[in-house]
Structures are given as structure tokens and as C-alpha cells.
């Protein structure tokens, strides 16, 4: 798999350096040049810049602030010092971008390496993160939000900060606007929701790379339901991508792409529930708990005979205005119990609720309607 090394980097990025190896790089390149003030001239910048990169500081404010190098300006001092671009990423400390806030990644992993972890992360700016001037991956499920956190762990020490919004019923991770800045140039894409795209890359990578694509994807942006699962995107061109690398990577999984959505303002792609158990066999589980589990038990449901009739319809009816009585309950967790599909749920709440033997009792975190009996 691909390395990015430090001089792979983007030129927004500012360096700091180990305090030794920096004076001697600049030490090397003085005696190289001449004098300060021809090394300045070199370089294009200011004296006083020069000075404040060999300190490692600058005065400002009656403040010292840690002074980071730009990276065009770490290549021209390596080609000067004849100091290998090598040894200068072994002895980085720390990276940022320009205008970062003082936000850093410090104790940096160099090479970053191509891994999965980095596809997920791809994925996810994609779909639920991402903003202008710093990053934040938003998502109602917090253990996406803990992964989301373990894999920017590739980049090495990467300030978070987690919180739950109560109102909005929302987990939100903010973290530095570097990674996605990175992400995007190491892969030529964009990653506004309505611009981005299915990197190129993707598909001449092994297809455990492609799948960790898919579900991450899915995580934020696809449901689970009797019918099978859907994936959603407002951006034309990316949930075609996303069709075409289903097609490309997993030949085995029906996929459809659906009519554009007027009233929802999306496209939409859709797996077939006949095809789910191949999802899973070739792609596998995904990583939002909730949505893997229902996944798991639509491919359960898949085994049951597919209607019921007469008397066998007029029992479920009845047992499940049994059960409600003392188990308040949502439609997929009646499904559930009764082994049958959410559909079939709905229809028979429906026939109770015109008898109005059953009413919605309050709502859950997630908006599903709670129902139980009148008689409860």
C-alpha cells in the first residue's frame, strides 16, 4: 500500500522541528550561503523570520509563540544543507496548517500509511464531517464517534473534543482541520457533501479497502429496512460512484439506482433484501450497532415464511394487543418479538388503532412512536 511522506504533503503545512536538528539545519545552511541575511534573500521571507525559526519562537504581543516552518520552505533548506528530506521527517515533531489556531498534530506517525482506517476516515468526511475551518464528524451514534477518534490515531497525537447535543440528539467530535486537508490532496477529491466523489484510487486497492468504504458510508448515510438497505446522498455524482464501485468491487450484490427524490432532495441506491446475506458474506458487518443489528435480523427474517393467513393473521393481531398491554413497544421492537417484518407490524397496528384498542404513548430518542393498549 501507499506512504505519504512529509514532503508529500500539501503546502499549507507548517513543520516543527526537533530544537537540536533545527539549529543544525540552519547552522548548515548559514555556512553554506554566507550570512543570515543572504539565506533570507534565498528564501524570499523576511530576516526576522529567519531568526525566528532558528529560536523556534516569536515575540508577539509580549508573548512567545512556537514558530513552525512552512514545508516549501523545508525543501529549499534541505536542497541548500544537502540534509536528506528523509531526516528531516524522522525529526518532525509536530505539523499543522497555516492559520491552525495553535491546534497541532503532535508526536506525528510519519509515513502515514495507506490503511483501512484512512479509507474509513475518507468515508466519513464524506458523508457526515468535514467543515471549512475546522473538523467535525456528527452522528447520533456515539461509538462511530469513538472509531472515528481511534482512527485519526494514524496520524499520531490528534486533539478531539466529543459532546452531546441534547436538543439536536447528536453526538458531535471536533478534531484539526489538517486531517481532511491531508486526506483531500493525498486522494485529488473533494469532500463538501455536494461536491465530493469516490476516489479513483478505490478501485485498484484490495476490496477489503472498498468495503471498509461501504460500510463507513452506510454507517452515516444508509438504512436498514424490510425491503432491504438504502443508501442516500444529495450529490449525483457521488452515489453513482458508489453504484459503480458496488458494481465494480462486489459483482455478487444486486444493486439499483433509484429515481431521484423530489421531496427529499436526494438520490438513493438500493441493495435488495435478497441480496443482503452476499452484503454481508463479501462486505460484512457494519459498524453502527443499531443498524448491523437490524441488518442481522432482516437476514433471519428472510428464513420465515414469507405471509400468514386466516387464522394464523388473526392470532398475531391479537397477541400483539396482548403483549402491548404490558409492554409498551415500538414497531421494530414488536418485529422482533413476533418474528415478523415491520410491514406487517404496521398493518396490524393500523387494524388496532381503528378499533382504537391501541394509542402512540410518547416517542423515543430516535422519534419511533411507543404503542400500547387503551386498556394499559
Not at 496548517?97 to 503532535?106: A, D, N, R, W, Y
Not at 421531496?263 to 450497532?289: M, N
Amino acid at each position: 500500500m501507499r506512504e505519504f511522506h512529509l514532503f508529500d504533503f500539501p503546502e499549507n503545512i507548517y513543520v516543527g522541528l526537533d530544537n537540536s536538528f533545527r539549529k543544525k539545519l540552519f547552522s548548515k545552511c548559514i555556512s553554506k550561503i554566507g550570512t543570515k541575511y543572504k539565506l533570507a534573500k534565498y528564501l524570499n521571507v523576511d530576516y526576522k523570520a529567519i531568526n525566528n525559526w532558528i529560536n523556534g519562537y516569536r515575540r508577539m504581543y509580549g508573548k512567545l509563540w512556537k514558530e513552525f516552518i512552512p514545508l516549501h520552505i523545508l525543501k529549499k533548506l534541505s536542497d541548500l544543507s544537502k540534509i536528506s528530506k528523509r531526516e528531516i521527517e524522522n525529526n518532525t515533531k509536530a505539523y499543522k496548517i497555516k492559520g491552525g489556531k495553535g491546534l497541532v498534530i503532535k508526536n506525528p506517525i510519519l509515513p502515514i500509511k495507506e490503511t483501512p482506517a484512512l479509507i474509513r476516515l475518507l468515508s466519513h468526511f464524506i458523508g457526515d464531517g468535514y467543515g471549512k475551518t475546522y473538523t467535525v464528524y456528527a452522528n447520533k451514534c456515539r461509538r462511530l464517534c469513538i472509531q472515528f477518534q481511534k482512527d485519526l490515531a494514524i496520524f499520531g497525537e490528534v486533539y478531539t473534543h466529543l459532546i452531546y447535543n441534547k436538543i439536536k440528539n447528536i453526538y458531535i467530535l471536533s478534531s484539526l482541520k489538517v486531517i481532511p486537508d491531508l486526506i483531500r490532496h493525498f486522494y485529488k477529491i473533494d469532500l463538501e457533501t455536494f461536491n465530493s466523489k469516490v476516489p479513483k484510487r478505490l478501485y485498484s486497492l484490495p476490496k477489503k479497502y472498498a468495503a471498509e468504504f461501504l460500510k463507513a458510508f452506510i454507517d452515516d448515510e444508509g438504512n436498514i429496512e424490510d425491503s432491504g438497505m438504502r443508501i442516500y446522498s444529495g450529490n449525483k455524482k457521488l452515489i453513482k460512484g458508489i453504484y459503480k464501485l458496488i458494481r465494480h468491487k462486489f459483482p455478487n450484490i444486486e444493486v439499483k439506482f433509484c429515481k431521484y427524490s423530489v421531496s427529499a432532495r436526494e438520490y438513493k441506491l438500493r441493495i435488495p433484501k435478497s441480496s443482503l446475506p452476499t452484503f454481508v458474506k463479501e462486505v460484512g458487518d457494519l459498524y453502527h450497532p443499531i443498524k448491523n443489528e437490524r441488518l442481522h435480523f432482516i437476514l433471519k427474517l428472510i428464513k420465515q415464511p414469507k405471509k400468514m393467513k386466516g387464522n394464523k393473521w388473526y392470532e398475531t393481531k391479537q397477541n400483539i394487543l396482548k403483549f402491548i398491554k404490558n409492554n409498551p413497544s415500538t414497531i421494530y421492537e414488536l418485529s422482533k418479538e413476533f418474528m415478523i417484518t415491520e410491514s406487517a407490524i404496521r398493518m396490524h397496528l393500523n387494524n388496532l388503532g381503528k378499533d382504537k384498542l391501541i394509542n402512540p404513548l410518547g416517542k423515543t430518542d430516535t422519534r419511533a412512536f411507543i404503542w400500547g393498549s387503551n386498556g394499559s
